[in-house]
C-alpha cells in the first residue's frame, strides 16, 4: 500500500461507488492465536480472533460500561500467547493526542483554490490528509470516474494546503455522495520480535472525518 512522501500528496482514481483502492499483492494472513490482549488505563481488553487468519477484531470499551471511549490518548500494551504461525509477542503502542482544529473552514472545499487544515498534537509522529469525490447519478449509480488523494505532513507542522492540483483531480461531490475529508494522527511504528516472523510493527492512530462538498 502507497503512501505520500512528507510534504507531498498521492492521487488515484477508480470506478464505481467506492474509494477502495485494492492492494495488487495480497498479503497471506498467519495464524498468530485465538486473541490479542489489549492493556492501558481504561482496562484490560481483547480482540478475537476472527474467521479470516491473521485478523483480530473486537469492541473494546471501558470497564463498567462507564459509557467513553476506551482508546484515550496514552500508552496500551498488546500481547497475545501466539499460534501455528507465529510465537507469543508483546508491545507497546502509542495513542495519539490529536486536534482538527478547523473542520468547520473545510466544509466546503473550492478545489481551484486547495484547502488548508490545521491541527494540534500528533508530536513526534505523521499526520495523513484523505479526501474522496464520487458522482452519483439520479439513480444512484457513478456517473463517471472518482477520485482519493492523500497527503502525509510531519505532524510539526501544524498546517498543510492540499493544493489545487491534486483537488482538481476529483470530481465534484457533496456528503450525500459519500464525499469526505480526513485528517488521522500516527506515531512512528513500535518494533517488535517473535517466532515465525522476520519483522513485527505496531502503531496506533487517532483521526477525524466529515462529509464535506466539493465544489
Not at 78 to 106: C, E, H, I, K, Y
Not at 177 to 187: E, I, K, M, R
Amino acid at each position: 500500500f502507497q503512501t505520500a512522501s512528507p510534504g507531498t500528496c498521492l492521487v488515484n482514481t477508480f470506478d464505481g461507488i467506492t474509494s477502495l483502492v485494492p492492494d495488487p499483492v495480497q498479503p497471506k494472513g498467519l495464524d498468530a492465536g485465538q486473541a490479542i490482549t489489549v492493556s492501558g488505563t481504561n482496562g484490560v481488553e481483547q480482540l478475537s480472533a476472527a474467521s479470516s487468519t491473521g485478523i483480530f477484531t473486537g469492541l473494546l470499551t471501558r470497564a463498567g460500561n462507564s459509557g467513553g471511549q476506551y482508546l484515550d490518548p496514552g500508552t496500551y500494551s498488546l500481547s497475545g500467547g501466539g499460534g501455528a504461525d507465529v510465537g507469543p509477542f508483546q508491545l507497546q503502542v502509542q495513542v495519539p493526542q490529536v486536534t482538527w482544529t478547523n473542520p468547520g473552514a473545510n466544509a466546503t472545499v473550492n478545489r481551484s483554490q486547495g484547502t488548508t487544515l490545521t491541527w494540534t498534537g500528533g508530536a513526534g509522529g505523521f499526520i495523513y490528509i484523505a479526501g474522496a469525490s464520487i458522482a452519483i447519478s439520479q439513480q444512484g449509480q457513478a456517473a463517471g470516474p472518482g477520485a482519493m488523494f492523500s497527503c502525509t505532513v510531519p505532524a510539526s507542522a501544524n498546517q498543510f494546503t492540499v493544493p489545487a492540483l491534486v483537488l482538481l483531480r476529483l470530481p465534484p461531490g457533496d456528503p450525500g455522495s459519500g464525499s469526505y475529508l480526513s485528517l488521522t494522527a500516527a506515531p512512528a511504528p513500535q518494533l517488535f520480535t517473535a517466532n515465525g516472523i522476520d519483522l513485527g510493527m505496531g502503531v496506533a492512530a487517532s483521526g477525524s472525518l466529515q462529509w464535506v462538498t466539493y465544489q
